[in-house]
Protein backbone atom coordinates (compact mmCIF):
# COMPACT_ATOMS: atom_id res chain seq x y z
CA UNK A 1 0.00 0.00 0.00
CA UNK A 2 1.22 3.55 -0.81
CA UNK A 3 -0.12 7.35 -0.07
CA UNK A 4 -1.47 9.53 -2.74
CA UNK A 5 -2.80 13.39 -2.33
CA UNK A 6 -5.72 13.41 -4.78
CA UNK A 7 -7.85 16.58 -5.37
CA UNK A 8 -7.09 20.16 -6.76
CA UNK A 9 -6.82 23.53 -4.68
CA UNK A 10 -8.17 23.48 -0.83
CA UNK A 11 -10.24 20.06 -1.57
CA UNK A 12 -7.22 18.11 -2.22
CA UNK A 13 -7.61 14.55 0.25
CA UNK A 14 -4.55 12.34 1.41
CA UNK A 15 -5.46 8.44 0.96
CA UNK A 16 -4.04 5.13 1.70
CA UNK A 17 -4.34 3.36 -1.94
CA UNK A 18 -3.92 -0.30 -2.37
CA UNK A 19 -2.91 -2.10 -5.76
CA UNK A 20 -4.73 -5.27 -7.27
CA UNK A 21 -5.12 -7.49 -10.60
CA UNK A 22 -8.04 -6.77 -12.46
CA UNK A 23 -9.81 -10.06 -14.77
CA UNK A 24 -7.89 -9.08 -17.86
CA UNK A 25 -4.09 -9.33 -15.77
CA UNK A 26 -3.80 -5.55 -15.63
CA UNK A 27 -2.78 -3.96 -12.36
CA UNK A 28 -4.99 -1.06 -11.08
CA UNK A 29 -5.23 0.57 -7.36
CA UNK A 30 -7.71 1.74 -5.51
CA UNK A 31 -8.84 3.58 -2.22
CA UNK A 32 -7.97 1.38 0.91
CA UNK A 33 -8.66 3.81 3.33
CA UNK A 34 -9.08 7.98 3.55
CA UNK A 35 -7.00 9.51 6.26
CA UNK A 36 -8.59 12.96 5.70
CA UNK A 37 -8.45 16.49 3.80
CA UNK A 38 -4.88 18.05 3.64
CA UNK A 39 -5.69 21.51 5.22
CA UNK A 40 -7.46 19.37 7.65
CA UNK A 41 -4.27 16.98 8.93
CA UNK A 42 -1.53 20.23 7.96
CA UNK A 43 -2.20 21.97 11.48
CA UNK A 44 -2.00 19.02 13.18
CA UNK A 45 1.62 18.69 12.30
CA UNK A 46 2.42 22.14 12.31
CA UNK A 47 1.75 22.63 8.43
CA UNK A 48 4.89 20.58 7.53
CA UNK A 49 3.85 18.46 4.78
CA UNK A 50 6.67 16.57 5.12
CA UNK A 51 5.97 15.45 8.44
CA UNK A 52 2.35 14.80 7.46
CA UNK A 53 3.05 12.79 4.71
CA UNK A 54 5.75 10.80 7.27
CA UNK A 55 2.88 10.14 9.56
CA UNK A 56 0.64 9.14 6.42
CA UNK A 57 2.98 6.57 5.47
CA UNK A 58 3.39 4.82 8.94
CA UNK A 59 -0.49 4.21 8.50
CA UNK A 60 0.18 2.49 5.29
CA UNK A 61 2.57 0.55 6.78
CA UNK A 62 0.45 -0.42 9.99
CA UNK A 63 -2.74 -0.53 6.93
CA UNK A 64 -0.45 -3.43 4.72
CA UNK A 65 1.20 -5.49 7.82
CA UNK A 66 -3.27 -5.69 9.42
CA UNK A 67 -4.16 -6.69 5.44
CA UNK A 68 -1.72 -9.42 5.39
CA UNK A 69 -2.66 -10.87 8.57
CA UNK A 70 -6.50 -10.67 7.53
CA UNK A 71 -5.97 -12.40 4.70
CA UNK A 72 -3.13 -15.33 5.61
CA UNK A 73 -3.89 -18.94 5.49
CA UNK A 74 -4.83 -20.54 8.58
CA UNK A 75 -2.89 -23.34 9.37
CA UNK A 76 -4.71 -25.95 12.26
CA UNK A 77 -2.48 -27.95 13.28
CA UNK A 78 -3.36 -31.78 13.22
CA UNK A 79 -2.21 -34.28 15.91
CA UNK A 80 -3.29 -38.09 15.38
CA UNK A 81 -2.55 -38.85 19.32
CA UNK A 82 -4.73 -35.84 20.22
CA UNK A 83 -8.25 -36.48 21.62
CA UNK A 84 -11.35 -34.91 20.05
CA UNK A 85 -13.96 -33.04 22.06
CA UNK A 86 -17.62 -34.34 22.34
CA UNK A 87 -18.94 -31.73 20.49
CA UNK A 88 -16.50 -30.99 17.95
CA UNK A 89 -17.29 -34.60 17.03
CA UNK A 90 -20.88 -34.22 17.28
CA UNK A 91 -20.45 -31.01 14.65
CA UNK A 92 -19.26 -33.27 12.38
CA UNK A 93 -21.62 -35.92 12.56
CA UNK A 94 -24.90 -32.86 12.36
CA UNK A 95 -23.05 -31.44 8.94
CA UNK A 96 -23.05 -34.76 7.67
CA UNK A 97 -26.89 -35.66 8.63
CA UNK A 98 -27.49 -32.05 7.35
CA UNK A 99 -25.73 -33.07 3.43
CA UNK A 100 -27.72 -36.36 3.60
CA UNK A 101 -31.13 -34.32 3.89
CA UNK A 102 -32.73 -36.12 7.15
CA UNK A 103 -34.81 -33.04 6.56
CA UNK A 104 -36.15 -34.10 3.22
CA UNK A 105 -36.37 -37.93 4.39
CA UNK A 106 -38.14 -37.70 7.19
CA UNK A 107 -40.70 -34.69 5.70
CA UNK A 108 -41.58 -37.17 3.23
CA UNK A 109 -42.09 -40.45 5.71
CA UNK A 110 -44.29 -37.60 7.39
CA UNK A 111 -46.81 -37.23 4.61
CA UNK A 112 -47.12 -41.47 4.37
CA UNK A 113 -47.87 -41.39 8.08
CA UNK A 114 -49.97 -40.06 10.90
CA UNK A 115 -48.12 -39.19 13.98
CA UNK A 116 -46.90 -35.66 15.94
CA UNK A 117 -43.92 -36.18 16.95
CA UNK A 118 -40.71 -34.86 15.15
CA UNK A 119 -39.21 -37.59 13.92
CA UNK A 120 -36.56 -35.80 11.99
CA UNK A 121 -35.34 -35.07 15.60
CA UNK A 122 -35.45 -38.72 16.92
CA UNK A 123 -33.56 -39.77 13.83
CA UNK A 124 -30.71 -37.08 14.08
CA UNK A 125 -30.19 -38.42 18.37
CA UNK A 126 -30.63 -41.28 17.68
CA UNK A 127 -27.80 -41.52 14.88
CA UNK A 128 -25.59 -38.50 17.28
CA UNK A 129 -26.40 -41.29 20.42
CA UNK A 130 -24.89 -44.64 18.27
CA UNK A 131 -21.91 -42.58 17.27
CA UNK A 132 -20.50 -41.05 20.56
CA UNK A 133 -22.56 -43.38 23.40
CA UNK A 134 -23.83 -46.53 22.18
CA UNK A 135 -26.27 -47.74 23.87
CA UNK A 136 -30.11 -48.91 24.64
CA UNK A 137 -32.55 -46.57 23.21
CA UNK A 138 -33.56 -45.54 26.69
CA UNK A 139 -29.79 -44.47 27.78
CA UNK A 140 -29.83 -42.53 23.93
CA UNK A 141 -32.78 -40.18 25.44
CA UNK A 142 -30.20 -39.24 28.24
CA UNK A 143 -27.40 -38.76 26.34
CA UNK A 144 -29.20 -36.40 23.77
CA UNK A 145 -30.35 -34.29 27.14
CA UNK A 146 -26.12 -33.73 27.12
CA UNK A 147 -26.18 -31.89 23.47
CA UNK A 148 -26.75 -28.18 23.47
CA UNK A 149 -30.11 -28.64 21.56
CA UNK A 150 -32.35 -30.31 24.01
CA UNK A 151 -34.73 -32.98 22.94
CA UNK A 152 -38.45 -31.53 22.65
CA UNK A 153 -39.91 -35.23 22.22
CA UNK A 154 -40.73 -37.83 24.76
CA UNK A 155 -39.13 -41.30 25.59
CA UNK A 156 -41.95 -42.87 23.92
CA UNK A 157 -42.30 -41.13 20.87
CA UNK A 158 -38.90 -43.03 20.36
CA UNK A 159 -40.05 -46.28 20.60
CA UNK A 160 -43.19 -45.41 18.97
CA UNK A 161 -40.87 -43.73 15.65
CA UNK A 162 -38.71 -47.15 15.90
CA UNK A 163 -41.76 -49.31 13.69
CA UNK A 164 -41.87 -46.41 11.60
CA UNK A 165 -38.16 -45.96 11.16
CA UNK A 166 -38.14 -50.17 10.27
CA UNK A 167 -41.20 -49.68 7.49
CA UNK A 168 -39.00 -47.18 5.94
CA UNK A 169 -36.23 -48.63 6.65
CA UNK A 170 -35.84 -49.57 2.43
CA UNK A 171 -36.75 -45.73 1.34
CA UNK A 172 -34.24 -43.94 4.16
CA UNK A 173 -31.08 -46.63 2.81
CA UNK A 174 -32.13 -45.42 -0.64
CA UNK A 175 -32.63 -41.92 -0.03
CA UNK A 176 -29.03 -41.73 1.93
CA UNK A 177 -27.47 -43.27 -0.96
CA UNK A 178 -28.54 -40.85 -3.00
CA UNK A 179 -27.74 -37.78 -1.41
CA UNK A 180 -24.32 -39.30 -0.76
CA UNK A 181 -23.21 -39.02 -4.23
CA UNK A 182 -23.13 -35.25 -3.31
CA UNK A 183 -20.89 -35.77 -0.44
CA UNK A 184 -18.45 -38.94 -2.37
CA UNK A 185 -19.11 -40.17 -5.55
CA UNK A 186 -19.67 -43.63 -4.55
CA UNK A 187 -17.83 -46.81 -5.93
CA UNK A 188 -20.56 -49.41 -7.44
CA UNK A 189 -18.54 -51.06 -10.10
CA UNK A 190 -17.61 -53.42 -7.05
CA UNK A 191 -19.87 -54.61 -4.15
CA UNK A 192 -18.87 -56.61 -1.68
CA UNK A 193 -21.42 -58.64 1.05
CA UNK A 194 -20.71 -59.30 4.48
CA UNK A 195 -22.95 -60.64 6.81
CA UNK A 196 -23.24 -60.52 10.88
CA UNK A 197 -24.11 -63.43 13.11
CA UNK A 198 -33.12 -61.92 14.20
CA UNK A 199 -32.29 -64.05 17.51
CA UNK A 200 -32.69 -67.44 16.67
CA UNK A 201 -31.52 -70.51 17.59
CA UNK A 202 -29.11 -71.59 14.38
CA UNK A 203 -25.70 -72.78 12.95
CA UNK A 204 -22.93 -70.27 14.83
CA UNK A 205 -19.63 -70.22 13.59
CA UNK A 206 -18.65 -69.51 16.57
CA UNK A 207 -20.22 -72.86 17.75
CA UNK A 208 -21.74 -71.04 20.13
CA UNK A 209 -25.54 -71.96 21.71
CA UNK A 210 -26.48 -68.22 21.91
CA UNK A 211 -29.71 -67.58 19.70
CA UNK A 212 -28.26 -65.63 16.66
CA UNK A 213 -29.13 -62.51 14.28
CA UNK A 214 -28.15 -62.30 10.64
CA UNK A 215 -27.77 -59.39 9.42
CA UNK A 216 -26.32 -58.85 5.59
CA UNK A 217 -24.50 -55.76 4.46
CA UNK A 218 -23.81 -54.30 1.20
CA UNK A 219 -20.35 -52.08 0.99
CA UNK A 220 -19.17 -50.44 -2.25
CA UNK A 221 -16.06 -50.34 -3.58
CA UNK A 222 -14.33 -47.99 -1.14
CA UNK A 223 -15.69 -49.85 1.92
CA UNK A 224 -18.63 -47.95 2.60
CA UNK A 225 -21.77 -48.97 3.54
CA UNK A 226 -24.44 -49.02 0.86
CA UNK A 227 -27.46 -51.33 2.29
CA UNK A 228 -28.32 -53.86 5.07
CA UNK A 229 -31.15 -56.21 5.69
CA UNK A 230 -31.52 -58.26 9.18
CA UNK A 231 -32.88 -62.19 9.03
CA UNK A 232 -33.21 -64.73 11.63
CA UNK A 233 -30.64 -66.61 12.98
CA UNK A 234 -32.17 -70.05 11.73
CA UNK A 235 -32.14 -69.41 7.88
CA UNK A 236 -29.40 -70.27 5.35
CA UNK A 237 -27.36 -67.40 4.99
CA UNK A 238 -27.32 -68.14 1.53
CA UNK A 239 -31.18 -67.59 0.68
CA UNK A 240 -30.66 -64.02 2.13
CA UNK A 241 -28.17 -62.94 -0.75
CA UNK A 242 -31.12 -62.05 -3.54
CA UNK A 243 -33.64 -60.74 -1.58
CA UNK A 244 -30.72 -57.64 -0.42
CA UNK A 245 -29.46 -57.67 -4.31
CA UNK A 246 -32.84 -56.94 -5.87
CA UNK A 247 -33.10 -54.18 -3.19
CA UNK A 248 -29.75 -52.54 -4.07
CA UNK A 249 -30.70 -52.98 -8.13
CA UNK A 250 -34.17 -51.52 -7.73
CA UNK A 251 -33.66 -48.86 -5.06
CA UNK A 252 -29.93 -48.01 -5.67
CA UNK A 253 -29.28 -48.21 -9.41
CA UNK A 254 -26.64 -50.70 -9.34
CA UNK A 255 -27.08 -53.15 -12.25
CA UNK A 256 -24.19 -53.93 -13.50
CA UNK A 257 -21.26 -54.84 -10.86
CA UNK A 258 -19.17 -57.81 -10.30
CA UNK A 259 -20.26 -59.71 -6.69
CA UNK A 260 -17.35 -60.77 -4.10
CA UNK A 261 -18.03 -63.06 -1.38
CA UNK A 262 -16.88 -65.80 0.67
CA UNK A 263 -17.75 -69.23 -0.71
CA UNK A 264 -20.76 -69.97 2.61
CA UNK A 265 -23.27 -67.67 -0.10
CA UNK A 266 -21.60 -69.06 -3.12
CA UNK A 267 -24.65 -71.02 -4.33
CA UNK A 268 -25.74 -72.48 -7.63
CA UNK A 269 -28.86 -69.94 -7.27
CA UNK A 270 -26.60 -67.11 -6.35
CA UNK A 271 -24.53 -67.67 -8.88
CA UNK A 272 -27.10 -67.91 -11.87
CA UNK A 273 -28.65 -64.89 -10.65
CA UNK A 274 -24.93 -62.38 -10.45
CA UNK A 275 -24.38 -63.88 -14.14
CA UNK A 276 -27.13 -61.77 -15.68
CA UNK A 277 -27.70 -58.52 -16.24
CA UNK A 278 -24.33 -57.42 -16.99
CA UNK A 279 -23.18 -58.59 -12.77
CA UNK A 280 -20.72 -60.84 -12.54
CA UNK A 281 -19.32 -63.29 -9.65
CA UNK A 282 -16.16 -63.63 -7.56
CA UNK A 283 -15.16 -66.71 -5.39
CA UNK A 284 -12.28 -65.61 -3.34
CA UNK A 285 -9.36 -68.14 -2.53
CA UNK A 286 -7.86 -68.28 1.02
CA UNK A 287 -4.61 -70.02 1.93
CA UNK A 288 -5.00 -73.15 4.14
CA UNK A 289 -4.77 -72.84 7.53
CA UNK A 290 -6.01 -68.96 7.32
CA UNK A 291 -9.28 -67.12 7.06
CA UNK A 292 -8.05 -64.57 5.30
CA UNK A 293 -9.10 -64.48 1.66
CA UNK A 294 -6.77 -63.30 -0.79
CA UNK A 295 -6.82 -63.17 -4.83
CA UNK A 296 -5.09 -65.27 -6.91
CA UNK A 297 -3.51 -62.61 -9.28
CA UNK A 298 -2.03 -60.72 -6.00
CA UNK A 299 0.49 -63.73 -4.85
CA UNK A 300 4.20 -62.91 -5.57
CA UNK A 301 5.25 -66.39 -6.77
CA UNK A 302 8.63 -65.62 -6.29
CA UNK A 303 8.26 -65.68 -3.03
CA UNK A 304 9.21 -69.17 -1.60
CA UNK A 305 6.65 -69.20 1.37
CA UNK A 306 4.12 -68.32 -1.07
CA UNK A 307 5.12 -70.72 -3.81
CA UNK A 308 5.25 -73.34 -1.50
CA UNK A 309 1.77 -73.15 -0.32
CA UNK A 310 -1.82 -74.59 -1.07
CA UNK A 311 -4.84 -72.23 -1.65
CA UNK A 312 -8.18 -73.05 -1.66
CA UNK A 313 -12.15 -72.30 -2.06
CA UNK A 314 -15.11 -73.87 -1.33
CA UNK A 315 -18.16 -73.58 -4.26
CA UNK A 316 -21.19 -75.66 -3.06
CA UNK A 317 -22.87 -77.14 -5.72
CA UNK A 318 -26.31 -77.50 -5.31
CA UNK A 319 -29.21 -80.29 -7.35
CA UNK A 320 -32.48 -81.40 -6.86
CA UNK A 321 -30.75 -84.70 -5.46
CA UNK A 322 -28.07 -83.73 -3.68
CA UNK A 323 -26.05 -80.42 -2.33
CA UNK A 324 -22.31 -80.80 -2.43
CA UNK A 325 -19.07 -78.64 -1.96
CA UNK A 326 -16.83 -78.24 -4.29
CA UNK A 327 -13.57 -78.05 -2.98
CA UNK A 328 -10.88 -76.11 -5.63
CA UNK A 329 -7.31 -75.89 -4.82
CA UNK A 330 -4.49 -73.68 -6.20
CA UNK A 331 -0.72 -74.43 -5.66
CA UNK A 332 1.96 -72.48 -7.64
CA UNK A 333 4.54 -75.56 -7.30
CA UNK A 334 1.49 -77.79 -9.22
CA UNK A 335 0.87 -75.00 -11.54
CA UNK A 336 4.68 -74.87 -12.24
CA UNK A 337 5.01 -78.79 -12.95
CA UNK A 338 1.94 -78.48 -15.21
CA UNK A 339 3.21 -75.62 -17.83
CA UNK A 340 6.86 -78.07 -17.60
CA UNK A 341 4.34 -80.97 -19.02
CA UNK A 342 2.07 -78.63 -21.36
CA UNK A 343 5.55 -77.19 -22.86
CA UNK A 344 6.76 -81.55 -23.18
CA UNK A 345 3.63 -82.11 -24.96
CA UNK A 346 3.69 -78.84 -27.05
CA UNK A 347 6.99 -80.44 -28.54
Known sequence: MYVAINGTGNSKSIYIMSSYRKNNGKTSSRIFRKLGRLNDLLPQFDNNEEKLLEWARSEAKKDTLSHQQDTAPVLIPFSSDKKIKKNEVLLFIQSICSN?????????????????YDIHRILCDLVYARVLYPSSKRSSFS???????QPK??????????SILAEESDYIQAEVYRNSNFLH?????????????????????????????????????????LAFDIFPGNQNEQKSLKPLEHK???????????YCSDSGLASQNNKLFNDIGGRSYVIQYRKVGSSTFIDLKD?????????????????????????????????????TRADRQSKKHDK
Not at 143 to 149: Q, R
Not at 208 to 222: A, E, K, Q, S
Request: hydrophobic letters at 30%; glycine letters at 4%; one cysteine or more.
Open 248 to 258: VIQDFDCSEFI
Open 100 to 116: LHFDNICRNIKNHHKFE
Open 143 to 149: FAHSLLE
Open 153 to 162: YKLQDIYRSL
Open 185 to 225: KRNTKVLFEQEDELKKYGKSKEHRPNPIVGMGLFMDGDGFP
Open 299 to 335: LDENDPEVYESIYYKEVPIESKKISETLIVTYSPIDK
